[in-house]
């Protein structure tokens, strides 16, 4: 609906007002994301773990890295409905107002990588991340919980730190907020700052974001891995 409505406007008023661009959509819309994900992160596995079924599963020729890639992918593919598909409304309804098609087309079509792959980097590390802490839940609203506390405390010590200049630590800013080590990694990868998101005043190398990033992702796999692996067949 954001991305929908900042088509429309575009079409009523041209360039006079833009809400959203490419680079800070997903920044914008940045709390629907770990409520999306706490919503249904825990349908995926907990109900599994609770209901003990998975040893069922696990006697069959399905794996455990099965069972957990494909938890991986169908969760990765819900959230492309929200990190990647407004962009996308945004591109064609930036192409599709403009007065010249073709030279829009032609002006636009440069974004589109970045636009997949910053859709696609959001998508799977969250999808990663929320996976991992719902395995360690035994109820679905722990599980619930436990990923907006992730993201809540995070986004409260960021904004802590970035509100002290003068003490030198606005570095650990975006490094405690998940949304915001993404926001990183999609600047070093592709570029475009974001001017509300912490990265561009901690004044950290933009390579470190995507260190992180790498990171995130390895301790979520890490938790899947050892958490799948204590369950008997």
């Known amino acids: ?33 770990p409520i999306f994900l706490a919503a ?11 209901h003990h079924v998975l040893p069922l599963y696990f006697s069959r020729p399905i794996g455990r890295f099965d069972y957990v890639f494909a938890k991986l992918v169908a969760l990765s593919l819900a959230l ?11 591109f064609f309804g930036r192409v599709l107002a403009a007065e010249d098609l073709m030279a829009a087309l032609g002006d636009e079509i440069g ?9 696609v980097l959001h998508a799977v590390a969250l999808a990663s991340l929320g996976l991992a802490i719902c395995s360690l839940a035994a109820r679905r609203a722990y599980a619930a919980g436990a990923v907006l506390a992730v993201f809540l405390v995070g986004a409260v010590i960021s904004g802590t730190f970035e509100g002290q200049p003068d003490q030198g630590l606005t570095w650990i800013a975006p490094l405690a907020n998940p949304l915001a080590i993404l926001d990183g990694a999609r600047e070093w990868l592709f570029g475009g700052s974001v001017a509300e998101s912490p990265v561009g005043a901690a004044g ?10 790498v990171i995130l992702l390895g301790l979520s796999l890490a938790i899947l891995a050892v958490r799948y692996r204590r369950v008997t067949a």
């Not at 249904?40 to 609770?50: C, F, G, I, S, T």
């Not at 950290?204 to 990033?213: C, K």
């Open 204 to 213: 950290l190398p933009l390579y470190t974001y995507g260190v992180a990033t």
């Open 1 to 33: 609906m954001p991305a929908i409505v900042a088509v429309a406007i575009r079409v009523l008023v041209g360039d006079l007002v833009d809400l959203y661009s490419y680079e800070n959509y997903l920044w914008g819309i940045g709390a629907l994301l």
């Open 111 to 119: 974004a589109l990588p970045a636009i997949i792959g910053t859709g």
């Open 80 to 90: 492309l409905a929200l990190t990647l598909l407004p962009v996308l409304v945004l």
């Open 40 to 50: 249904q992160a825990p349908e995926l596995v907990v109900n599994d773990m609770r």
